[in-house]
């Protein structure tokens, strides 16, 4: 009888996985479905299929400029956040210090607060710093502001690290160094691609930091001169693709 009661609740669970994924997923559908709909959205199906408005976003410069600057922050944002976090996630790991729990503390706020408030304090600081606001200060407040979502992942994988291979490693006549980049990073590297994908996509939905973080005159979202071209002769009811 024990054996048998897996296989029944089998079933329950695999239509409760695909629920989730039906919720999840297929409001994402219908507005793909809506983007070749020509009327815009509204009633169900949709009528009258166009290509129209894939043409207008592949004809829109501004918006594929958007998309590059975009990527850039994000990769950028990666580089910086794993670099960060991997040093505190080794600190808090490894090291002994005074005030390491307030430490452990202040580098995982950022994941507490609000976006609107770590904008508005990383603004706050390049006006201070007297940095002038462009896609540089983007990245930086992205890679700052998303280290402790690295922290987080990489403390996880050290804590779940075997440690004897790493004193195998100094006791063979390894330097630290040696160490480091042949047994402790190899181990780290599903937490590090974990925290590099996790970290891409916050960077690339990050409004507020961004919002408060770039120049008037950056085309991050779309230039003056798009913004005013695209006035000047809009679509009729063109459904929002981004």
């Known amino acids: 009888m024990s054996g048998q009661a897996p296989s029944r609740r089998a079933p329950f669970l695999t239509i409760y996985a695909a629920l ?9 559908v219908v507005l793909i479905l809506y983007s070749f709909n020509r009327d815009g959205v509204g009633g169900f199906p949709p009528r009258h299929l166009t290509l129209d408005w894939y043409r207008h976003l592949f004809a829109d410069a501004p918006i594929w400029d958007a998309v ?9 944002s990666v580089a910086l956040s794993l670099t960060l976090g991997l040093l505190a996630a080794l600190a808090l790991d490894r090291a002994t210090f005074p005030g390491k729990a307030l430490f452990r503390r202040l580098v995982l ?10 904008g508005l304090s990383l603004l ?7 940095a002038r606001l462009s896609l540089l200060t983007v990245f930086l407040g992205h890679g700052t502001a998303l280290t402790s979502v690295a922290t987080t992942e990489l403390f996880a994988g050290l804590q779940k690290m075997d440690r004897a291979q790493e004193e195998a490693s100094l006791d063979l006549g390894a330097t630290p160094w ?9 181990n780290l590297k599903l937490s590090l691609i974990a925290a590099g994908l996790l970290i891409f996509t916050l960077s690339m ?15 991050l979202c779309r230039s003056k001169s798009g913004a005013a071209s695209a006035a000047a002769s809009p679509p009729k009811s063109m459904p929002s693709l981004l």
Not at 178 to 186: E, K, S, V
């Open 109 to 118: 706020l950022p994941l507490i607060l609000p976006g609107i408030i770590t």
């Open 178 to 186: 040696q160490t480091f980049w042949r047994i402790t990073l190899p």
């Open 205 to 219: 939905d990050e409004i507020a930091v961004t919002f408060f973080l770039i120049s008037a005159a950056t085309i």
């Open 124 to 130: 706050m600081f390049a006006v201070f710093a007297g």
């Open 68 to 76: 590059v600057n975009s990527l850039i922050v994000a990769a950028g």
């Open 20 to 28: 989730v994924f039906v919720f999840i997923y297929l409001p994402v």
